[in-house]
């Protein structure tokens, strides 16, 4: 579409476009143990520990095999209630 049409959509520069990845972080002690973080990462990187917090509770910690899957898409930050979990993106390795 061209310009004269005010079209502001512009494809994927594919040279430039890359997937992020994320660093998982969790705060043991505040999690209370809901599981929604679990639930609907859609990467399937969290798994309930098999140890538990000081308030009985089974924290997420990243899965087995998927230390390198999370996308940083911030969904388990802003589902947890308790503020007990968040990502930060790693920086890119442009080759
Ligand atoms: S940031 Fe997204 S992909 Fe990464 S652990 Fe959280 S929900 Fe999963
Ligand atoms: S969403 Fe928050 S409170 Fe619930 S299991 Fe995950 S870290 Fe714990």
Do not use: W
Request: net charge negative.
């Amino acid at each position: 579409m061209s310009a004269e049409f005010g079209s502001s959509r512009i494809p994927i520069d594919l040279s430039t476009a890359y997937v992020p990845k994320g660093a998982v972080f969790v705060i043991p002690g505040r999690c209370k143990g809901c599981g929604y973080c679990i639930e609907f990462c859609p990467q399937h990187v969290l798994a309930a520990s098999e140890d538990i917090n000081p308030k009985g509770y089974h924290y997420p910690i990243v899965g087995e095999g998927k230390a390198d899957a999370c996308i940083h898409c911030g969904f388990c930050d802003v589902v947890c209630p308790e503020f007990a979990i968040y990502t930060e993106e790693i920086a890119p390795v442009i080759p």
